[in-house]
């Protein structure tokens, strides 16, 4: 059979129209040949997911993105193609991250290894969301930026205020201010100079200082070895024992023991104690007031005077004849 011209024009029309069409579906990510599994997830957000991004599991491309729709409750539904035959489990989780810092979103999928219940074509996957680095770093960025215009707004009254209050008065005191602190800098550069020069010229009597420090320094260590060989530990154990021992005599006099502690208990002592006393000053005043009744030594035989007993004056105490 022949075919005429127009019969091949026609056939090369379709075939390319519809090579057109295959070509077009491919660089949207489909295929119209193609027998994969597709899997569907909802996201509340795709922003940044295109057709054709890519799909993977462990960091391997196991499918492609074919397309997305809104649904009744403004979510996303995303439609996955499959051409891996990795077994994907149910309980799986279809994760949004990104896929580079320019902003480019793919999706990955967590696989439970160990659920055996394998999803089927036109079945659900469970959708989280990974914010990517872009997506984070905006997220920050926003609150970052409100401080900053309010930081910027602050400093705009700051140094208002601070022109307002800086009048000429005001500026010519702050240079007058800082030319002082110029020249207070400056003197204190020389008495730096100077003291370096000090300490220049002493240098030879500096070391003979610090020379006698350590030199007494060694000297308080011999001495501190020293007291620690020393038996202060028998000293010390004597000293308490000779406390206690005072502590006890004390105790003792306190409580009227002893010939001490009677002394200063007994009150009938004390007083025995004064009357002994007033009665020996009446002797001794009687006695030097007339020796003659004590030692008498008459050559003659003369006869002594009989005793009288001298009388006290409650007044001044005196001895009267």
């Not at 056939?11 to 027998?35: C, E, M, P, R, T």
């Not at 036109?122 to 990974?130: F, M, Q, R």
């Not at 007994?266 to 030097?288: I, P, V």
């Amino acid at each position: 059979m022949k075919l005429t011209r127009e019969i091949k024009t026609a056939i090369l029309v379709i075939s390319s129209i519809l090579l057109f069409i295959w070509g077009y579906q491919f660089l949207k990510g489909k295929n119209l040949f193609d027998a994969s599994k597709k899997i569907y997830v909802i996201y509340d957000s795709v922003e940044g997911l295109e057709p054709s991004s890519s799909v993977k599991i462990k960091g391997v491309t196991v499918g492609r993105v074919n397309k997305y729709d809104f649904l009744e409750n403004r979510k996303v539904l995303v439609e996955l193609s499959i051409t891996s035959d990795y077994p994907i489990s149910k309980s799986s989780i279809a994760e949004l991250t990104g896929s580079s810092p320019l902003g480019g979103k793919e999706i990955i999928i967590i696989p439970n290894d160990d659920d055996s219940n394998l999803i089927a074509s036109g079945e659900y996957l469970k959708a989280t969301s990974k914010l990517g680095l872009t997506d984070a770093f905006a997220k920050q960025i926003v609150p970052l930026k409100d401080k900053v215009n309010l930081l910027l707004e602050n400093a705009n009254v700051l140094f208002s205020n601070f022109n307002e209050i800086l009048d000429k008065k005001a500026k010519a005191d702050l240079k007058n201010s800082l030319s002082e602190l110029n020249k207070t800098l400056t003197e204190f550069s020389g008495v730096s100079k100077n003291l370096n020069s000090l300490l220049a010229n002493n240098k030879a009597k500096l070391d003979a200082s610090f020379t006698n420090l350590d030199k007494t320094t060694a000297n308080f260590a011999v001495m501190s070895d020293s007291l620690a060989k020393a038996n202060l530990g028998e000293t010390v154990k004597s000293l308490e024992k000779t406390l206690a021992n005072v502590d006890k005599i004390m105790t003792d006099i306190e409580a009227g023991k002893g010939t001490m502690g009677k002394l200063m208990k007994d009150e009938a002592m004390y007083t025995n104690f004064t009357n002994a006393s007033k009665e020996l000053e009446l002797l001794l005043q009687d006695l030097r007031l007339h020796p003659t009744r004590y030692v008498n030594v008459s050559v003659f035989g003369k006869k002594n005077k009989p005793y009288v007993a001298p009388e006290i004056n409650d007044k001044n105490e005196q001895i009267k004849d």
